[in-house]
């Protein structure tokens, strides 16, 4: 409970006066690089609600008894199948492009859900 | 600091947001001291740390206090007790323990058990709680996955990236955290950036791996979220210290 309630003040204090431009510009930075023909106000819609719903994700799991975190995958990491999924049959060598960190919770690191992964 | 923004709320809200406030008004003193004291902050962030943990031993007595019962079946009441050493340990904290005192002097002490507060989830609602947040988690992926694959339709097929657009995402991987380093030795060392990028089914996982880091790095972290230095380790401290004493105290009750 303590240690909850010293993360939901961090995460309080966090989005009150950081969560800020900061994470909008980078990520609508990032965004316009990779998208160089989209239209600005398209790349800022898109990245508002993606963050608030990071957001809204992070409170909750903060406020789990079990607190959840979600884990990446490394490019380096090999293949396990307790902690990652990949799509189709695919061969098991390779780095890996992780598109959907894994869920576990905090302490124990009991996985949730799994990491869905790629190989290259 | 506003210290009065500070203490209005606190009045009027239960001990775990008491907590809360009072870590917040730590913390807040914390960054304050790093600023101010750079490396030789070790001493007082042992008075920070401690005064925190007696907050939480205030609001939480029957977890660090645990009522004894007395021969005559009259159990004893030691937070009264417990909240005066609290009081008069932090008003003697130099600096900034007279405007800690002043925030929770006004407040009624002891009285209030931890599970009047705060009742202990049943399975039911664990599991609500637990299937909540992973659609919660899950709701995100799809959102994400659902608006680059709109986003890359808007884009001409065939699109490549210039040497100087592959060089701006490496640094902003590189700038990111952990994940996105990692990324970023990957793309720098197999030279893939640009051929994933050219396909177009490549490109959305591309794409959606980037954004990913991106979250994992600047919100999901530790202490995710655009936090300085001296706060993230200002908090690490705290954190780790009642954790790891409140984890013995409890034990030790068991």
């Not at chain 1, 309080?12 to 609508?28: C, F, I, N, P, T």
């Not at chain 1, 508002?48 to 990446?72: N, Q, V």
């Not at chain 2, 917040?24 to 401690?50: C, K, N, P, S, W």
Request: charged share 25%; proline share 5%.
């Amino acid at each position: 409970m303590i240690e909850q309630a010293v993360r939901r003040a961090l995460l309080r204090l966090s989005s009150s006066h950081v969560l800020s431009e900061d994470a909008h510009l980078e990520l609508s930075h990032l965004l316009r690089i990779l998208l160089p023909t989209i239209p600005k106000h398209l790349v800022k819609s898109f990245a508002t609600p993606i963050l608030d719903a990071a957001l809204s994700f992070k409170m909750a799991a903060m406020a789990e008894p079990a607190m959840y975190r979600p884990f990446w995958i490394k490019h380096r990491q090999k293949y396990d199948d307790h902690r990652m999924r990949i799509p189709g049959d695919a061969m098991l060598d390779g780095d890996i492009l992780c598109l959907i960190p894994g869920l576990e919770t905090q302490h124990d690191q009991i996985t949730l859900l799994k990491a869905f992964v790629m190989l290259l | 600091m506003n210290w009065f923004r500070v203490k209005t709320p606190i009045r009027a809200r239960h001990p775990e947001s008491f907590v809360e406030e009072i870590t917040m008004v730590v913390l807040l003193v914390a960054e304050e001291l790093y600023t101010a004291l750079g490396d030789e902050v070790t001493r007082e962030h042992l008075y920070l740390q401690d005064v925190l943990f007696q907050a939480a031993q205030v609001c939480f007595p029957d977890v660090f206090y645990p009522k004894i019962p007395s021969p005559g079946g009259i159990e004893e009441k030691p937070q009264r007790r417990v909240s005066a050493q609290f009081a008069a340990r932090i008003a003697s904290y130099p600096e900034y323990g007279h405007k800690l005192y002043s925030i929770v002097e006004p407040l009624e002490w002891g009285g209030v058990s931890t599970t009047e507060v705060l009742p202990v989830p049943d399975s039911t609602t664990t599991n609500q709680a637990d299937s909540r947040s992973i659609r919660q988690y899950l709701f995100l992926y799809a959102l994400i996955e659902s608006h680059v694959t709109s986003l890359v339709g808007f884009q001409s097929r065939g699109t490549s990236l210039s040497t100087e657009a592959v060089e701006e995402v490496l640094r902003c991987l590189r700038h990111s955290g952990d994940s996105g380093r990692d990324s970023a030795e990957m793309f720098q060392k197999s030279k893939k950036l640009p051929r994933l990028y050219y396909l177009r089914p490549l490109q959305i996982s591309l794409i959606r791996h980037i954004i990913a880091g991106f979250l994992t790095d600047r919100v999901f972290g530790r202490h995710g979220l655009d936090l300085s230095d001296g706060l993230v380790g200002g908090l690490t401290f705290i954190e780790n210290s009642v954790v790891n004493r409140g984890k013995f105290l409890v034990c030790w009750r068991d």
